[in-house]
């Protein structure tokens, strides 16, 4: 049975990975989470999960523009320094995954966008 849980959890995730390049977050993410129902332990799934997660918090908008907070994954209360802590894990993040696929250099093209991050370093 773990078997059969593992190859359709592997088929999931690379149809998710399809969905994402071409830019079907939410149907990316549908895809992945499903992926970690049959089989939680899959090999790069929650780094997969978490690049879809940022893609489908960039399409929040606020006024008309990116919610920033949002993309970063914490609340706009929060001070400089824990905004700066998690652009890091975030560029540890894609650092961690292969380069040259899409997916992988969207999270520096929005974080490089944005003035707020830009000042900080």
């Known amino acids: ?48 999960l978490e690049v879809i997660n940022i893609h489908v918090r960039s399409q929040r908008k606020i006024n008309g523009e990116v919610d920033w907070y949002a993309v970063f994954g914490v609340d706009s209360s929060v001070g400089d320094e824990a905004l700066r802590r998690r652009y890091r894990k975030m560029e540890h993040l894609r650092l961690l995954l292969k380069p040259g696929v899409y997916y992988l250099t969207r999270l520096r093209e929005l974080a490089m966008t944005r003035d707020v991050v830009q000042g900080m370093f």
Not at 4 to 31: H, I, P, Y
Request: aromatic share 4%; net charge neutral.
């Open 1 to 48: 049975m773990e078997c059969c849980n593992k190859t359709d959890a592997l088929r999931a995730k690379e149809m998710a990975e399809r969905k994402l390049t071409e830019k079907d977050f939410v149907g990316a993410q549908e895809l992945a989470l499903r992926a970690q129902t049959m089989f939680a332990g899959l090999d790069g799934l929650s780094k997969l």
